[in-house]
Each structure stands twice: as structure tokens, then as C-alpha cells.
């Protein structure tokens, strides 16, 4: 026991002995400076300085630049970048999601999955248009009217010169209409005959919403245009185009054919849609 407390009193002794740091000058050993310091005191300004250090090093790689130059740390500017195309992604993505939705809402209707009885909505527009022919006999009054209107806007320069017509629609195939439009039997839509394998083309340019197979109206393509005008072509032989292609007025998209339960022979069903609502195509293409 008494050897232990010998051995800590010397290293004690050791620790606390005091040591004086001369600084001479070597030619006329003239003394310039001297410091009293003992180990106890080099371990602890030691350790005090190194904490100090490694705290200065650290700030200064944190809230500097030179952190870029260490291996491991991204610059700033590529986080910038990140950042940014991060944001874009995200809005992009929630872009492609409100398209989906659009996409697979109008696909019901227009790939013929919606039976007649679920298109009350459509059947009410129809009828709300009908008019009353009784109330389009002129009296002699509108009639004198309407004929003086009429001498001054036949040879109107504005009037020829001003077109309302923004979209102009080219017939998807030549051919004879075995069947008309009518809303009244929800058929709407106009039917083609052709032979199998005439090219079906574009009404206009446009980009394909839907490119698939449905088991009532078979191959069916469907194209959205200007202006919100959508066109369908159903019974399809073999489709030419996939979904988010774009296509010119007159591009071959399809060929006929006479795919579906529905189908009674080589033929083309095209439906035509204007603002959500189904108009008659021949107001708008000649098919002859």
C-alpha cells in the first residue's frame, strides 16, 4: 500500500514540477524570453487547443465552400439543380395524373363500355335541341326582313374574308353510309362500308388518346383534336398507331376491317365529339 502511494506521489510530482523555457540569444547568450511551465499545464493548453482546432476546422468546412473539395460533400450548385428538377418531376407528375384521369374518364364513352341506358346526360342534350317546326313558318314580316338582310351579306368581302371555320376535317374513308346518325336510337355515329384492308385516315391532326381492343366495337382507335373535338373510329381491321402518337390531317392511322361482337361486316364506325357532346359527322365531312 505504501509503495502505491509512493508511485502516485511521484507521478504527481512529475506532473506538477515546474521547468523553465529559456529563450537565449546565441551570441552573447543575452535571455530574450522564459516561461515557467510544468507537464500538468503542456497536457491541458494541449488539449484546450486541439478541442479549439478541431472546432474551427469543422465550422469552417461547414459554413464554407471548402467543404466542396471534400470527397463525400455535393456543391452547392448541383443541390440547387436537384432542388430544381425535383420540383419540376412533381409538377410534371401531377400533369400526367390529371391527363390519366381525363384519358380514362372519356374512354368509357368513347370506346362504347357505357351502355345506352347509362347516357341519360347525352339523350337529355338530344332532346333539349330538337326544334319545333311549327315555330320556323315566317311570317311576311321576317320574311321581307330576312330578304333584305340577306342582299346585304350574300357578296360581303368581311364576311368571306373572316372564316369561322377553325378546323377543317377531311373524310376517313370514301365510301357509302350503311347507317346514319341517330340520337334517338343512340347511334352516334355514322357507318362506312369499305373493303377489308382500306387505309382509315386522320380527320385531322390531332394525338391518340386510346389505341386498344374492346369486345363489343373491337379495335378502336381515338384521336383528340383542336378545339375540343374528338373523333372515334371503331371495328378497326389492325391499328397503325399507339397511345400519345401525333398524327397529320390524312396520316393512315388504321385499316378497315370487322373486329367486335357488334360488327356486321367490313365497315367503319366513326363517331364525331364536340365540347363532350356527339354531333352529326356529316355536318361536317363530305364522305362522298
Excluded: C
Excluded at 93 to 99: D, G
Excluded at 126 to 139: P, V
Excluded at 269 to 276: A, C, I, V, Y
Amino acid at each position: 500500500m505504501a509503495k502505491k502511494d509512493k508511485k502516485k506521489t511521484k507521478l504527481k510530482q512529475k506532473l506538477t514540477d515546474k521547468y523553465r523555457l529559456v529563450v537565449l540569444n546565441e551570441d552573447n547568450f543575452e535571455e530574450r524570453f522564459s516561461l515557467k511551465l510544468s507537464r500538468l499545464n503542456v497536457f491541458v493548453f494541449g488539449g484546450f487547443f486541439s478541442i479549439l482546432l478541431i472546432t474551427a476546422t469543422g465550422l469552417l468546412i461547414a459554413f464554407t465552400p471548402l467543404k466542396e473539395y471534400i470527397p463525400g460533400y455535393s456543391s452547392s450548385t448541383l443541390i440547387r439543380k436537384a432542388t430544381k428538377l425535383t420540383l419540376e418531376a412533381d409538377s410534371l407528375k401531377r400533369k400526367l395524373t390529371l391527363i390519366g384521369n381525363y384519358t380514362k374518364a372519356l374512354k368509357t364513352v368513347l370506346s362504347g363500355e357505357i351502355k345506352p341506358e347509362n347516357l341519360d346526360s347525352i339523350k337529355i342534350k338530344t332532346r333539349s335541341r330538337s326544334i319545333d317546326e311549327r315555330e320556323l313558318n315566317a311570317t311576311k314580316r321576317d320574311s321581307l326582313f330576312r330578304e333584305k338582310v340577306d342582299q346585304k351579306t350574300r357578296f360581303s368581302i368581311e364576311k368571306n374574308t373572316k372564316s369561322t371555320i377553325k378546323v377543317v376535317f377531311f373524310a376517313p374513308l370514301k365510301g357509302a353510309i350503311s347507317q346514319d346518325f341517330e340520337a334517338s336510337s343512340n347511334h352516334f355515329a355514322v357507318d362506312i362500308t369499305a373493303k377489308k384492308g382500306d387505309p382509315i385516315k386522320a380527320i385531322a391532326e390531332g394525338t391518340v388518346i386510346f389505341s386498344g381492343w374492346t369486345i363489343e366495337t373491337g379495335y378502336v382507335l381515338i384521336l383528340k383534336h383542336a378545339n375540343e373535338y374528338i373523333s372515334t373510329y371503331k371495328h378497326n381491321g389492325n391499328l397503325l398507331k399507339k397511345q400519345g402518337d401525333f398524327v397529320k390531317s390524312g396520316e393512315v392511322i388504321a385499316t378497315v376491317g370487322s373486329s367486335g361482337k357488334l360488327t356486321t361486316g367490313p365497315h367503319l364506325h366513326f363517331e364525331l365529339w364536340s365540347g363532350g357532346y356527339a354531333v352529326n359527322p356529316i355536318n361536317f365531312i363530305d364522305f362522298k
